[in-house]
Every structure is written in structure tokens, then in C-alpha cells.
Nanobody
Framework: QVDLVESGGGLVQAGGSLRLSCATS????????TGWFRQVPGKEREFVRG????????YDGEFGKDRFIISRDNAKKMVYLDMNNLRADDTAAYYC??????????????????WGQGTQVTVSS
């Protein structure tokens, strides 16, 4: 059983936009935060954004605060990542993940216990 499925990746020109979607089959009562991470081969995984299912708190990563927007849809059990003004260095595999943990900092990937298989985003310059 696949708990999380990402979609929406693809090839886009620099300056363009993409919406990534994360569908979950996990009961939302069992999720505290869904986070988006990205990874480039040979580099560490980076935290992009996270959203709290209980109080809608958004957790920001270290980059793209004005370009990446996270949102969720309770009824559809979906989390979205809207990425705008994409740049070549945004090229990566993007993953969504969930955690039930309470933490002050949700950027640590070790907190997350369910992961999707990822969707590739490639930005051409």
C-alpha cells in the first residue's frame, strides 16, 4: 500500500510555475504535519515547506519563501505546493512526507515516517 503519492512534476522553463500535489491515504487524524522536501542527487534532502493539519501553521524552509506556497484540502486529503518563478536551481526530485510528531522545527526529515516516491521537477534555463 502506498500511503503518499506525489504528482505534478515535469519540465518547465525558468520563470514558469508548477503545482505539485500530494495525495494521502493516511487518515488525516493521524497526521500532524505534511512536509515537502526536495533532493538533488549527491546532495542532502532540503525542507521546502510544511503545513499543520491541526492549526494550518505553515513552516518555511530556508529558500523560496516568496515563490513556494503550500496549502491543503481536508476533504480531498491533498496537500499542494505551488511553485512560481521557477529557477534552474529548483530542479530536483520533490517528495511529500507526513509526521505525527510535535516539534518546534519540522525541517528535520528524521521526524517524518511516511514518504512518497517523489516527482521530478526540471527547470530549463
Amino acid at each position: 500500500q502506498v500511503d503518499l503519492v506525489e504528482s505534478g512534476g515535469g519540465l518547465v522553463q525558468a520563470g514558469g510555475s508548477l503545482r505539485l500535489s500530494c495525495a494521502t491515504s493516511i487518515p488525516t487524524i493521524n497526521i500532524r504535519v505534511t512536509g515537502w522536501f526536495r533532493q538533488v542527487p549527491g546532495k542532502e534532502r532540503e525542507f521546502v515547506r510544511g503545513i499543520n493539519w491541526i492549526d494550518d501553521t505553515v513552516y518555511d524552509g530556508e529558500f523560496g519563501k516568496d515563490r513556494f506556497i503550500i496549502s491543503r484540502d481536508n476533504a480531498k486529503k491533498m496537500v499542494y505546493l505551488d511553485m512560481n518563478n521557477l529557477r534552474a536551481d529548483d530542479t530536483a526530485a520533490y517528495y511529500c512526507a507526513t509526521t505525527t510528531a510535535w516539534a518546534k522545527d519540522y525541517s528535520y526529515d528524521g521526524l517524518y515516517d511516511h514518504w512518497g516516491q517523489g516527482t521530478q521537477v526540471t527547470v530549463s534555463s
